[in-house]
Structures are given as structure tokens and as C-alpha cells.
């Protein structure tokens, strides 16, 4: 039986994703020449209210960092009121899913004794952001990495910082941490009846041990170990055929061959570098993302693609203000591209 009870909250989403910025905007702000001419910009878009709320205590990247992460606020804050309330509970499970990343951003930043601006850390409610504030209170990585344990991760807390203890290497601590991510996000799609959440979460999922395997076998790291690092791969996953590949080379063309993205071949022959491999790859995720929310009809799913997508978009332009703050700007724009239509490099 259809759930008539998405009905106006679908129909909010659809047109909330209307509002997403085009490639079209997004080249324009990639030809401004200042942060001020950024921030006028935006201030023409469905942006505007944030950054005009921002402007009355902030000014430079800090207003729009500030402005960004309102934005990120309001979009929670808006998803929650239209979805109906036999939705809420399972739209709440799927936000705090997402909290694990903001808190080892924070755990990384602990190990390199560096601060963290909550600025720079957004779509989380205001439970996840009083986890956030526990773990930057601590003085340091190993009472940070312990703290986890007061915010609802007990399990993880106890066998990183056990292993962090051992090896003394904050590195290996905070894979754990972002491995225990991907298992929650296997379980909860493994259990979640709505069929187009649970292939936004696969999505997720497979971007994850795709391009696990594709650095460890970049590394030299064999087949058995690199079996180790993934999450619940299928016998068949791209993944476990990366795994088999002989070199960096020949996995690259594997997936060229099995996702039809025509040259990345040549891009990684040209410079050797898998970064750009992997950008592909999340684009396609993206690409897997915003299907599922034109699919999906009186449901979650475009609930929860929308989230995902308004996350991209966020980050699409954060990179671009940081890129206006530093001479070279490439590294920061090759990791944007555009949400509407057919997702592709927009730079």
C-alpha cells in the first residue's frame, strides 16, 4: 500500500531540489575574483537569507563558513517539519548515521593538536553538536578517542583506544573509527524496508570499499589484506575484482571498463595519481543519488537524497571560497562539480 503520508513532504523536497545550484552558478563563482563578489553572488540565490543573517557578526570566509553552516541548519531544521510523524523516528536514525564523520574530524584534528571551527563542521542537529562540543572540550587525542564512549559509541571508543594504547599510532585508530561508519551504514540499509534509502546507503557503501581497495592495491597491499579492510563487499563488487588486479593500472581500467567513465584511464597514465580516479568515483556515487530521488514516489528516499545532495552542494562551496584565499587554486576546485542533470566535472 502507497504511504500517502509522504505526499506533501515529497512534493517540498522536489521543489527544494529545484532550488540547487547549476552548473551555470557554480561557474560563475568559479570567475569571481574575490570573496566579496563570491558572497554578492550568492547573496542572489537561494542562499541569500543565510548570508544576510551572517553579515551582521561575520565578514570574509568567516561570514562564509558562518553562512554555509546556517544553511546546513536550515535544511535540517526544514526537513524535519515536513516529514510526517511516522517518518521521524527513522529520518532521526539516518542524521545521527551521519554524526560519526564530524566527531573523527574532530579526533584528527586532536591528533595533529589542531583547533577546530564548528564552522567548518555542519548537517547535524543539535544532538550531534553537543557530542561534537564533548570531544573538542578534551585536551587531547587519547581523552578525545575515550569521550566517544559518552556519546553513544562505547563499543568503538573501547577497541580504538585499546588498539591506540598498543600501537601509539593515531592513524590506526581513526580507520577504525571510520570503518565502524561504513558498518553502521551496511546495517542500517541491511535493515531499512524503504528500497530507494537503502540504495542511496549502497551507494555510500560501495564508493567506500571501491576506492579502499583501489589505494590499497595502489599501495601494494595484497589480496587477503585488502579483504580485511572492506565492508561487507559481494563476491562480485568491483571491489573484490580490484582486489585481483595486478597493479594501480590495470584496476583503473577495470573500472573504466565497468562503469563506462571513459577516460580515466588517461587521466591516471597522464598522473599517476588516484585522486582524480577516486573524484570519478564519487561523482558516479552522487550520479547513483540523484537518480534515486527522481525514482522515488511518496517515500524517504527523496527525503534523504535531497540531505545528500544539499551536503555536495555545501561542499562545492566551501571549496570554492577557500580556493579565493590561496594562490593556487586547483586542488581545492577539482573536487567540485555540479548536482543537476547528469553530474559532471563542472570546472
Known amino acids: ?19 540547487l545550484l547549476g552548473e551555470e552558478t557554480l561557474r560563475g563563482l568559479f570567475s569571481v575574483g574575490s570573496l566579496s563578489e563570491y558572497i554578492d553572488m550568492l547573496e542572489n540565490t ?41 517518518g521521524q523516528e527513522r529520518l532521526q536514525s539516518l542524521i545521527s548515521l551521519w554524526e560519526l564523520k564530524p566527531l573523527q574530524v574532530v579526533l584528527a584534528a ?16 543539535a544532538a550531534g553538536k553537543d557530542k561534537v562540543k564533548v570531544l573538542m572540550a578534551a585536551p587531547d587525542f587519547g581523552t578525545a578517542l575515550q569521550a566517544l564512549s559518552k556519546v553513544g559509541y562505547k563499543a568503538i571508543s573501547a577497541k580504538a583506544y585499546s588498539e591506540y594504547s598498543r600501537s601509539k599510532d593515531f592513524r ?22 524503504d528500497h530507494e534509502v537503502r540504495h542511496i546507503l549502497q551507494a555510500e557503501l560501495d564508493f567506500f570499499n571501491t576506492s579502499t581497495a583501489l589505494r590499497l592495491r595502489n599501495a601494494g597491499v595484497g589480496e587477503k589484506e585488502i579483504h580485511k579492510a ?31 567513465l571513459a577516460g580515466i584511464s588517461k587521466a591516471y597514465a597522464d ?25 522515488s514516489v511518496l517515500s524517504l528516499g527523496a527525503i534523504f537524497g535531497y540531505i545528500f545532495l544539499k551536503r555536495r552542494e555545501i561542499a562545492n ?30 570546472g
Open 271 to 295: 598522473s599517476k595519481n588516484i585522486w582524480e580516479v577516486e573524484l570519478m568515483l564519487e561523482q558516479r556515487m552522487f550520479s547513483r543519488i540523484l537518480k534515486e530521488t527522481r525514482i
Open 317 to 346: 562551496l566551501r571549496a570554492i571560497a577557500l580556493s579565493l584565499q590561496f594562490p593556487s587554486r586547483d586542488a581545492f576546485r577539482k573536487s567540485v562539480y555540479t548536482l543537476k542533470g547528469d553530474i559532471g566535472a563542472s
Open 46 to 86: 537561494a542562499y541569500k537569507q543565510s548570508f544576510v543573517d551572517a553579515s551582521t557578526r561575520d565578514e570574509g570566509i568567516k561570514l562564509v563558513m558562518a553562512a554555509l553552516r546556517m544553511e546546513s541548519d536550515r535544511t535540517i531544521a526544514k526537513i524535519k517539519r515536513i516529514v510526517p510523524d511516522n
Open 110 to 125: 586532536k591528533a595533529s593538536s589542531l583547533p577546530v571551527d564548528p564552522l567548518y563542521i555542519d548537517f547535524l542537529d
Open 230 to 260: 572492506l565492508v561487507k563487499p559481494s563476491a562480485a563488487s568491483l571491489a573484490m575484482q580490484i582486489s585481483k588486479c595486478a597493479d594501480t593500472a590495470s584496476a583503473v581500467a577495470l573500472m573504466e571498463k565497468s562503469f563506462k
Open 172 to 193: 590506526v585508530a581513526l580507520r577504525m573509527i571510520g570503518r565502524h561508519y561504513y558498518e553502521n551504514v551496511y546495517e542500517f540499509a541491511r535493515k531499512e524496508p
Open 1 to 19: 500500500m502507497v504511504d500517502l503520508s509522504y505526499g506533501y513532504a515529497n512534493a517540498r523536497v522536489k521543489a527544494m531540489k529545484c532550488c
